[in-house]
């Protein structure tokens, strides 16, 4: 049912996870400013600084792997960690050492490393120099990337650059309502993620020209991506611009230009990378504000099918079908691609459930979808990784959500991991799909 070198994983992310935030030299983050400096940003102005604890209970984290049966492990690199201003100018040879003894960890257990290298925690330095805003973040983008390839890639066979540049790109330049919570609409979204892709397309050329020879790996970026039904085509460019006209915009497009002298961007994904949680009806219309931000410039609205059920958060309807739609859509629009499953999940909030049964029927439910694509809809599915691994810091809605496999008594010293009834059913299919391939 499965291919037998099928990829069962689960994923997190240094900031949600590693705490350490000063410790052995790490320098900080765009997320240790937002969560420092102005109270009411996170939930209970709750902040990363300890999280999980992951920088000093590694092992524990290793024994969590273990007991699911995992046979890969996303994690992501603390640039600020490995970098501390951002530079190649100092390396923090501590940082280097603990990501050393993670990946070596993870192989010893014969799990594969899936490494993302850019998950929302930009150094400070390199925000206080203008951040994704900024032209030149895409080169030194690249020097970090090229690095890390160096320093790691003997071992790590499966690469992201930059996690859901949409998300980075808007909720922290957009909505303000993530790091570093710039409130710039319309314009310096559009910016960002044009630099990010930018910065993405020049460290997968840095890889195919220098390292992937010796190291036989593969670079992707992680999309984010809802199911969308109906929808309705639309060209990016035209429909910014028309918006622009519309509302008395008249300086240059707003929608940035790729120059012919950088590094193409188009074939620079050895693989798709989706990040999908949940599904939307879209109609037209919602576009009718009278100022620029990227919902005029959408021109749609997006609603829940009342018959969806909510998990926890309000946005997380839960859709299991979803995702089996958006993987063959993405088989027939891209020309059936390698595809990993980068993000999966389903929240708690409120009363702790260990024996979270609705979440492990969602388990059940979506791995049954991934694998209807597979054998009925020939969809190229490589891999599945759960969201998370761990409770952690989820970001604007702090310790608030959970979506882990085990659960973190934050209130602990020890950080106690437990495993929930969910983490418990994964294991069981990944057992029982191994099997069955």
Excluded at 93 to 118: E, F, H, R, W
């Amino acid at each position: 049912m499965f291919p037998c070198d099928f990829a069962w994983g689960a994923g997190t992310a240094a900031y949600q996870i590693e705490g350490g935030w000063q410790a052995d030299g790490k320098g900080p983050s765009i997320w240790d400013t937002f969560c420092h400096e102005k109270k009411g940003r996170v939930f209970g102005d709750q902040n990363g600084d300890v999280s999980c604890n992951s920088y000093e209970l590694w092992e524990k984290d290793l024994e969590c792997i273990q007991q699911l049966g995992l046979t890969h492990y996303r994690l992501s690199l603390s640039w600020a960690r490995l970098l501390p201003d951002g530079t190649t100018r100092h390396v923090n040879q501590k940082g280097v050492q603990y990501y050393n003894k993670v990946i070596d960890g993870l192989l010893a257990c014969n799990v594969s490393p899936m490494v993302t290298l850019y998950h929302f925690d930009l150094p400070q330095a390199l925000q206080d120099q203008g951040g994704w805003k900024s032209p030149g973040i895409a080169t030194l983008f690249d020097s970090y990337a090229k690095f890390c390839f160096q320093t790691f890639g003997d071992r790590v066979k499966l690469w992201l650059t930059i996690n859901e540049p949409y998300v980075c790109a808007k909720l922290g330049h957009e909505d303000g309502i993530h790091a570093p919570g710039l409130k710039e609409p319309g314009i310096a979204a559009y910016l960002a993620g044009h630099n990010m892709l930018r910065a993405h397309a020049m460290a997968w050329h840095s890889y195919n020209s220098t390292y992937r020879a010796t190291q036989k790996g593969a670079v992707s970026l992680a999309i984010n991506s809802d199911w969308l039904e109906p929808s309705r085509a639309e060209i990016m460019r035209s429909a910014i611009d028309a918006q622009s006209k519309k509302l008395g915009y008249n300086g240059s497009s707003r929608l940035p230009s790729f120059s012919k002298e950088e590094p193409a961007i188009l074939g620079t994904a050895d693989f798709f990378a989706l990040n999908y949680y949940t599904s939307r009806k879209v109609e037209p219309g919602g576009g009718c504000g009278k100022a620029l931000s990227m919902k005029t410039d959408r021109d749609a609205a997006e609603v829940l099918d009342p018959s969806w059920p909510i998990c926890g958060v309000s946005w997380l309807a839960v859709v299991p079908y979803g995702l089996r739609k958006l993987l063959k859509y993405i088989k027939y629009t891209c020309n059936n691609p390698a595809v990993y499953i980068t993000e999966n999940g389903f929240s708690q909030v409120g009363p702790l459930q260990i024996e979270d049964v609705q979440r492990s029927e969602f388990y059940k439910d979506t791995v049954l979808e991934v694998a209807k694509a597979i054998q009925e809809d020939g969809v190229n599915v490589r891999g599945y990784f759960a969201w998370s691994l761990l409770d952690n810091f989820e970001w604007a809605d702090g310790f608030s959500v959970r979506f882990g496999l085990f659960h973190v008594d934050f209130a602990d010293a020890n950080r106690r991991r437990r495993m929930y009834h969910s983490g418990r059913e994964y294991a069981k299919l990944i057992s029982e799909y191994k099997t069955l391939s």
